[in-house]
């Protein structure tokens, strides 16, 4: 797999990371734990997770405490809601059964994405310096560790990276709590925002040549963004999917996720075949 360099991570890292919002809950801790497991076999040593994504601190934190030839990036905005084990245990249930009828799948996720909203457009999330430190201080708690090497705005409002939240991040830095920060949204959107040195948003596909400003650029989504058939199944086989973003963007890290270790392989055979 090839390696690229990133700000806040000492030499070079494999360019596929592990997404895990879809360890909030969803798969089980003990799943999850096999899932974080099978990335590391496979060579991924850059996990992104967020305050949002449910028990997914934890389940990083479980497995990989005490490693260091990892790279942990995490995230503050959308607020920790509390975890609902009932809700999680159904969806958990129903997953099969959606894995297998497509169509259901697609009905109840809904066939397009929607639209990604203006930077203006976007809502209002606390990053008061307090509230931000407050969410660091916990994050770092749930996944064991005393620093993590990359700290994104998660879905900022342009007007709430202001300079109070620019001195709260560098003094992270400085503090040593942090390696580098920078924005990570969902949407399909070039940096809007001179915030740090990173800037995560969702995979450009046919936009990738408008994308050449000084900037770390992380990118998700290659398969969501995919064009798909009538029942949402991408026309293009995902490994060659992730092998041609890949190709296209060299010097990016990619992120993919998976619900099974099965899933993961086959992803990231792209990546190396």
Known sequence: MRKIELPGVEGSVP??????????????????????????????????????????????GAVLAGQHDVVIATKVGPPRLPYNEAKMRIKHAIKPLLDRTRGLKL?????????????????????????VRRALEASLQRLRR???????????????????????????????????????????QDRWSPFGSIWQSGWPAERMGDYRQEVAYNFHGVLRYAP?????????????????????????????????????????????G
């Open 228 to 272: 798909k058939d009538r029942w949402g199944a991408t026309v293009c086989p995902a490994r060659e999917l992730v092998r041609g973003a890949v190709e296209a963007m060299p010097n990016a890290l990619l992120l993919v996720s998976a619900s099974t270790s099965d899933r993961l392989r086959a992803l990231v055979s792209g990546a190396c």
């Open 107 to 131: 009905l109840l996720r809904g066939r397009h994405t929607p639209p990604p909203r203006l930077a203006s457009e976007r809502p209002r999330y606390d990053f008061s310096p307090e509230r």
């Open 146 to 188: 005393d620093r993590v090497n990359i700290y994104l705005a998660h879905e900022p409002n342009p007007l709430d990276l202001n300079p109070d939240t620019q001195i709260i991040f560098d003094e992270f830095v400085t503090q040593g709590l942090i390696g580098a920060y920078g924005v990570g949204i969902d949407a399909r």
């Open 15 to 60: 360019q596929i990371g592990l997404g895990c919002a879809r360890l909030d809950g969803r798969v089980g801790l003990r799943q999850a734990s096999r899932l974080i497991e099978t990335a590391l076999d496979l060579g991924i040593r850059y996990f992104d997770v967020a305050e949002s994504y449910g028990v997914a601190e934890e389940a990083l």
